[in-house]
Structures are given as C-alpha cells and as structure tokens.
C-alpha cells in the first residue's frame, strides 16, 4: 500500500479564495483523522470519522471549516473562505484493524495570504 | 479528557551519546497506549515506539527504548548512540485502549525538538 495520500502538498491561496485539502486513507484502515499543525498550537485534532461517519468535530474552528468522507477511499478538509490564520499544515491519518498507531500523510502546507 | 506534557521544547545532544526526552500524561484509565512519533524536516510523521499500558515490559525499537512509568504517569523516550539522522521533533501521544466513540483519537505533546551535534 502506498500509505496515506494527501494532497496538493503545498497550496498556497489569498484570502477570501476556498481551500480544499484532499486525503486517501489507507485502503481497510476505517478510522480518518484530520489534524492542523501550527507553532503556536501544535497537533490539534479538527475531525475524525469512523467508517466514512463523523464521530468528533469538536476540534473543527469555526464553521468555515468542513470536512467530508463520502466513501472509504476520500476525504476532504475544506476552508471558505480562507482566513491568514488558518495558515498550518494539515495531516490526514488513519488508523484501523489491528493497528493501534496511526499513519500520517506528509501533509499539505497552507498558506494563506 | 487526556493531557500530554512535554516539558523540554528543545534539546541537544553529542552525537554517538545517549539522551532521553521526558513526557508526562494524566489519565483516569487503567489501559491505553503511548506513542513517540519522529517528525524530521520533511515534515512525515514516523511512529518510532509503542507502548501498550498493560505490559510491565519496557518497549525497544534498536536504538530506541522507553522507561513506562504507570502509576507516575511517565513515558520517557531514550536515544542511545545518536545519529545526525535522529535530529528531528519528536512528540509523545495517548490514546485510549477502549474502542467507544471518542477513545479512538492521538492526543499528542507539545513536542521536544532534538538536535545532534557531530
């Protein structure tokens, strides 16, 4: 399996403009997380989602953010609009089966400006 | 709701010496696991250890190995032989062993950042 896949690695938008980030689980993993790292925060915990369900949005900001799984191999983290604060890198990671760790995806790096 | 405490944001290291990287988490539960996640400048996530709260065992990775704690609630992280390719951020997780809604989720330090110095 080639792991979790993320993409564009880099985006960079002027405010105001819709992001979406994009993620490919690995395939039978049934556990999706999104995370946002920044300096000041560090790993947060926006979203995850059992089985294409969300089970915990609690860590979602502000209603600019949305995140969907419409089936078992995608999901997207959307901004809009897009605000200079939300600039972080965003991880998907994904988790299931027998494993009790999760595995990242490199991430995409966004810059708002 | 779990906390993990890293207190070292940062710290160095000779390399071929040995360092060990503190972490702290506070839990009602009795069985969890712990993690050290590796994040180098190309910015992946690398799980490098695991622990699983109901072995007594110390976990070992080669180089790698912690010192688990339960009842202080510690999970310290030793490098032995540094490598200039250890130099990365390293970061401490939780995660519940009960598979309810809500338990299934990393909650991760702050992070130590770790240089080596040749």
């Known amino acids: 399996d080639a792991g979790v896949i993320q993409s564009p690695r880099h985006e960079v938008t002027e405010m105001g403009q819709e992001v979406t980030l994009r993620c490919k689980p690995i395939?039978?993993?049934?556990?999706l997380f999104w995370y946002r790292q920044t300096m000041m925060r560090g790993l947060e915990l926006l979203i995850y989602?059992?089985?294409?369900?969300?089970?915990?949005d609690s860590g979602m900001p502000e209603d600019r953010f949305s995140a969907k799984m419409p089936n078992a191999s995608f999901s997207t983290l959307k901004i809009q609009p897009s605000e200079p604060r939300d600039s972080a890198v965003y991880f998907c990671a994904t988790t299931g089966g027998d494993n009790t760790e999760a595995f990242f995806g490199q991430g995409t790096r966004l810059t708002v400006v | 709701a779990q906390t993990v405490t890293q207190s070292q944001p940062e710290m160095s290291v000779q390399e071929a010496e040995t360092v060990t990287l503190s972490c702290t988490y506070d839990?009602?539960?009795?069985?969890?696991?712990l993690f050290w996640y590796k994040q180098p400048p190309s910015r992946q996530m690398i799980l490098v250890i695991r622990?699983?709260?109901?072995?007594?065992q110390n976990a070992t990775e080669n180089r790698f190995s912690v010192n688990f704690q339960k009842a202080a609630k510690s999970f310290s992280l030793k490098i032995s032989d540094s490598q200039l390719g250890d130099a990365a951020m390293y970061f401490c997780?939780?995660?519940?062993?009960?598979?309810?809604?809500?338990?299934?989720?990393?909650?991760f330090g702050t992070g130590t950042r770790l240089t080596i110095i040749p």
């Open positions: 989602f059992n089985n294409n369900v969300p089970i915990d």
């Open positions: 997780a939780y995660r519940s062993a009960w598979a309810n809604f809500g338990n299934e989720k990393l909650t």
């Open positions: 839990t009602s539960e009795s069985d969890y696991y």
């Open positions: 622990q699983e709260a109901y072995k007594q």
């Open positions: 395939s039978g993993h049934d556990y």
